[in-house]
């Protein structure tokens, strides 16, 4: 598989897209349902290091076979601090030509440290026409009204749905419920979250008692361990860094919309064995995505990660009890 990357390219034949997409969002509706399971890509890399956009791509491939409903880039999963704003820009580029008459719908990270950085990325985003975007709070922010003016900026300059990430930001700012709410009532095309700041259960039921109207999806994540408990309390799904169980995810959603609560209880015991895994052996993501033919390397910048014997021999021993109910 070869892609070819010319920005000048890219962006000429973006333009058309994103008009036609900011007028069909113009009267506040979703271009597609964004509800189900989410999945925040993980970032391949070559033996050097160097982020593989062929592989990247090849990821948006995988994740439609396996059913999944969205996919999300970068993200803090997609090891977003190790990323360069070129390879930022650069990969949002090729996920949306990737992504283009696919099925799953495409969200685009556009965080930044501040409005003016966070603003470079969502231009960007805008122009490549995704069905979303989403940003984490400004680690540079040192009031709530510096998050409203964030989040003010962003809204003006899309009209498409907009999520907040309620985790991440600056350390002593916490993005309330109250917060959210009243910011939704101002902007049409704000009141999408992911809620995974503590007190999650609480805050989730919150802000699901206003929706529809002004809050429009409450989706759930939190590496996935409360997932069936969340999604019972109404939650619109997760977006997650779940690729390596993608196919997984998806069920589980499915399950859930059919009422099949035995059956999803039954796949999900089976992944909780996994994600545990996440905690005590570093390199396990990679690793399975290799095995399972998505990535060439399990090459990661936040260390490198040699797997001993004993520690592939626990991945394989819990992996194997997924075996079953993997569909890709």
């Known amino acids: 598989m070869t892609n070819t990357y010319t920005r000048r390219g890219w962006l000429a034949s973006a333009g058309s897209a994103a008009v036609l997409s900011r007028v069909a969002l113009a009267a506040g509706t979703e271009a597609r349902p964004l509800r189900g399971a989410f999945m925040i890509l993980s970032t391949p890399y070559t033996t050097s290091k160097a982020v593989d956009f ?3 791509a090849g990821e948006v491939e995988f994740l439609e076979r396996c059913g999944v409903q969205g996919l999300v880039w970068p993200q803090n999963a997609s090891e977003l601090s190790k990323l360069t704003k070129d390879e930022r820009m650069r990969g949002m580029e090729v996920l949306a030509k990737a992504a283009k008459g696919r099925k799953p719908a495409l969200m685009l990270g556009v965080q930044g440290r501040n409005t003016a ?6 231009r960007h985003a805008e122009a490549l026409a995704p069905d979303a975007v989403i940003a984490i709070p400004p680690t540079e922010a040192r009031s709530l009204d510096d998050y409203r003016q964030y989040y003010r900026a962003l809204c003006k300059t899309t009209a498409r749905p907009v999520f907040i990430q309620t985790s991440g930001g600056a350390r002593d700012v916490e993005p309330t419920v109250e917060f959210m709410v009243d910011l939704a009532r101002e902007l049409p095309n704000f009141g999408y979250v992911k809620e995974e ?3 999650v259960i609480p805050r989730m039921k919150a802000l699901i008692e206003h929706r529809p109207d002004p809050i429009k999806r409450v989706f759930c994540a939190n590496r996935g361990a409360g997932l069936l408990y969340e999604m019972r309390l109404g939650s619109d799904g997760t977006i997650i860094g779940g690729t390596p169980y993608a196919d ?3 069920q589980l959603w499915n ?3 059919q009422n099949k609560f035995e059956e999803q209880r ?4 089976k992944l909780l064995l996994m994600l545990n895994l996440d905690e005590r052996i570093p390199g396990v993501r990679p690793y399975i995505l290799k095995k399972r033919g998505v990535f060439k390397t399990t090459v990661s910048r936040q260390g490198d990660h040699q797997l001993s014997t004993d520690a592939i021999s626990e991945i394989e021993y819990n992996f194997a009890a997924l075996q079953p109910y993997l569909k890709v």
Request: proline share 5%; hydrophobic share 45%.
């Open 54 to 56: 062929e592989d990247l």
């Open 117 to 122: 950085e966070m603003l470079d990325y969502a």
């Open 248 to 250: 997984i995810f998806a």
């Open 197 to 199: 700041h503590d007190p």
């Open 266 to 269: 039954e796949v999900f015991s």
């Open 255 to 257: 399950l859930h919309q």
